[in-house]
């Protein structure tokens, strides 16, 4: 989810627009599925969007839809609009465990190819039990990071963000739970400050723990991606 939702803040930074799919020939789509599995939450979030080009999305029309299916449920997803963006999500509840095919499709009109079966498996959730929540870091010490998920052959990765610090991330090979941010990783933010106002050198981090799989899109698509990730975030504060 994160990943479309970030999609979405460039676009429409950018200037997006939407236009009606009864023009657009599936072969000519870029589909972007995106399965989430959060940290508490009984279900997996689904989300679709479809574009052509880089800045304009597609809005299906009468006799086309978009669900998605696994682990014995299915949902069709719901249509949003707003600001020239358009995307579609729902969520498969009960749908959680490691390996379960989540399929994504594509119905149309009579006259344009359908896209039936974009799949992805979801990951092994992930749960972090250090950093704690609330807790306040120093950019001169290390910051430990531990996490609770079942064995995995997929590597994971660890991201921290903040409005007074530069983003930056570490990976973690698979069988990896837990890892230290080396003192010094953590960099106060480097943009140019506004006149008159002092820039902050403390503020809140959100250290996210992510593991995610690479699917399959339908061969109907002219391009795209299909991910699913499992995410734990907590939201420490950054200090000097």
Same mark, same amino acid.
């Given at each position: 989810?994160?990943?479309?939702?970030?999609?979405?803040?460039?676009?429409?930074?950018?200037?997006?627009?939407?236009?009606?799919?009864?023009?657009?020939?599936?072969?000519?789509?870029?589909?972007?599925?995106?399965? /989430?599995? &959060?940290?508490?939450?009984?279900?997996? @979030?689904?989300? %679709?969007?479809?574009? $052509?080009?880089?800045? *304009?999305?597609?809005?299906?029309?009468?006799?086309?839809?978009?669900?998605?299916?696994?682990?014995?449920?299915?949902?069709?997803?719901?249509?949003?609009?707003?600001?020239?963006?358009?995307?579609?999500?729902?969520?498969?509840?009960?749908?959680?465990?490691?390996?379960?095919?989540?399929?994504?499709?594509?119905?149309?009109?009579?006259?344009?190819?359908?896209?039936?079966?974009?799949?992805?498996?979801?990951?092994?959730?992930?749960?972090? /039990?250090? &950093?704690?929540?609330?807790?306040?870091? @120093?950019?001169? %010490?290390?910051?430990? $990071?531990?996490?609770? *998920?079942?064995?995995?052959?997929?590597?994971?990765?660890?991201?921290?963000?903040?409005?007074?610090?530069?983003?930056?991330?570490?990976?973690?090979?698979?069988?990896?739970?837990?890892?230290?941010?080396?003192?010094?990783?953590?960099?106060?933010?480097?943009?140019?400050?506004?006149?008159?106002?002092?820039?902050?050198?403390?503020?809140?981090?959100?250290?996210?723990?992510?593991?995610?799989?690479?699917?399959?899109?339908?061969?109907?698509?002219?391009?795209?991606?299909?991910?699913?990730?499992?995410?734990?975030?907590?939201?420490?504060?950054?200090?000097?």
């Amino acid at each position: 989810m994160k990943r479309i939702a970030a999609l979405v803040l460039i676009m429409v930074l950018a200037g997006c627009s939407t236009v009606d799919s009864k023009d657009i020939r599936t072969s000519g789509i870029t589909a972007n599925y995106v399965v /989430t599995l &959060p940290e508490t939450a009984d279900a997996a @979030s689904v989300s %679709a969007s479809y574009r $052509v080009g880089t800045l *304009t999305f597609v809005e299906l029309g009468d006799g086309e839809s978009v669900t998605s299916s696994g682990g014995g449920k299915d949902v069709k997803l719901k249509h949003h609009r707003s600001a020239g963006v358009t995307d579609y999500d729902g969520q498969l509840d009960g749908v959680v465990d490691a390996g379960t095919e989540i399929t994504f499709n594509l119905t149309r009109g009579k006259d344009d190819d359908s896209a039936p079966r974009s799949t992805v498996k979801l990951p092994e959730r992930v749960r972090l /039990t250090a &950093p704690l929540a609330g807790t306040t870091y @120093s950019r001169r %010490a290390a910051i430990p $990071v531990r996490f609770d *998920t079942q064995t995995s052959e997929r590597p994971s990765m660890v991201t921290w963000a903040g409005e007074c610090i530069q983003t930056g991330s570490l990976e973690l090979e698979p069988g990896r739970t837990s890892v230290s941010i080396p003192t010094g990783s953590i960099r106060a933010a480097t943009a140019t400050p506004t006149p008159g106002v002092k820039p902050a050198t403390t503020c809140p981090v959100d250290v996210t723990l992510t593991r995610r799989t690479e699917g399959t899109l339908d061969e109907a698509f002219k391009d795209g991606h299909i991910t699913a990730e499992s995410q734990s975030v907590r939201r420490i504060t950054s200090a000097p």
